[in-house]
């Protein structure tokens, strides 16, 4: 029989919960709501008549498949240039000896702690050089390498075994070999997780998008939803349903890759 903490426990985590999904769910009510039962005081819980109304309009007016598509080559770029170049170097940091190797480590972890909003601007004008302002490039090119995804991929091949690796090269096999057959296959529960959080960062990104891109035919997702917003102050019921668009797809690929997700996370910090 449970205890009585263990039953407060559960009601509390319970009541936890429902608090968090309540907006979520209060989201999706009104994005089916009439507009004039949106602006209702005080505003309802349900939709006293529900409707899709809102996103027709949103595709058939508003051009938000184009920002969803816009999105998904943003987001899908990022997670795959990440995944590339972060774990490469994170691979490098933890098993690879070259000179230098911990000074620059113990660089790049200092630099964590410097707010990313201060590298915005030299970044946006190393973008003007390239000539990437107003691209896809320009939004993804941040993306490529990350501080937190080499740290975190660094500390979960920290585990990986020398013996193996030494075996290979006595086997004759070459670094470039032992990387794609070994070590990738070993650090999927980390690629995986990696993958998802540079996803979710890069979908839900707004304020680098909104620096580097001018053109509204370029927007992503969260701008598309600000500037509805902006146009239809009043029309709050569209608005809701351009958020669900935005929050509806990566909701999904969480919780599916949620089991590969929380384990990247607890193995990485249980080998770092």
């Known amino acids: 029989m449970k205890s009585r903490r263990a039953i407060l426990a559960e009601l509390f985590l319970t ?3 429902l608090m968090a999904l309540f907006p979520l769910a209060w989201m999706v009510s009104v994005s089916l709501m009439p507009p004039h039962d949106a602006v209702g005081f005080p505003p ?20 938000m498949g184009r920002y969803v598509l816009n999105s998904l080559i943003v987001a899908s770029l990022a997670t795959v240039l990440s995944l590339a170049f972060n774990v490469a ?16 480590f113990r660089g790049l972890l200092a630099a964590l702690i410097i707010p990313g909003q201060l590298s915005m601007l030299p970044l946006f004008f190393l973008m003007k050089e390239l000539g990437l302002l107003n691209s896809y490039g320009g939004v993804v090119v941040p993306f490529m390498a ?44 980390i690629m995986v997780t990696l993958g998802v ?10 304020l680098w998008p909104l620096i580097v891109l001018s053109h509204d035919q370029l927007y992503t997702l969260p701008l598309a939803v600000a500037s509805l917003s ?26 599916a890759l949620q089991r590969h997700y929380v384990r990247g996370l607890l193995a990485g910090s249980v080998k770092g």
């Open 197 to 206: 959080f540079t996803f979710l960062s890069a979908w839900n990104d707004f």
């Open 230 to 255: 902006r146009e239809h102050v009043q029309d709050s019921a569209m608005v809701m349903a351009g958020a669900v668009v935005t929050t509806a797809p990566v909701l999904v690929l969480f919780l």
């Open 44 to 63: 309802p819980l349900w939709p006293s008549h529900p409707t899709l109304a809102n996103y027709r309009e949103l595709f058939a007016h508003q051009n």
């Open 146 to 189: 990350s501080l937190f995804g080499i740290f975190l991929v660094r500390q979960y091949a920290l585990g990986l075994p020398d013996e193996m690796l030494q075996a290979a090269r006595v086997d004759g096999a070459s670094e470039v070999q032992i990387f794609l057959k070994i070590v990738l296959p070993n650090l999927r529960p």
């Open 15 to 17: 009541a936890a919960s």
């Open 89 to 104: 170097a994170g691979y490098a940091f933890a098993k690879l000896r070259f000179a230098g190797r911990d000074r620059i």
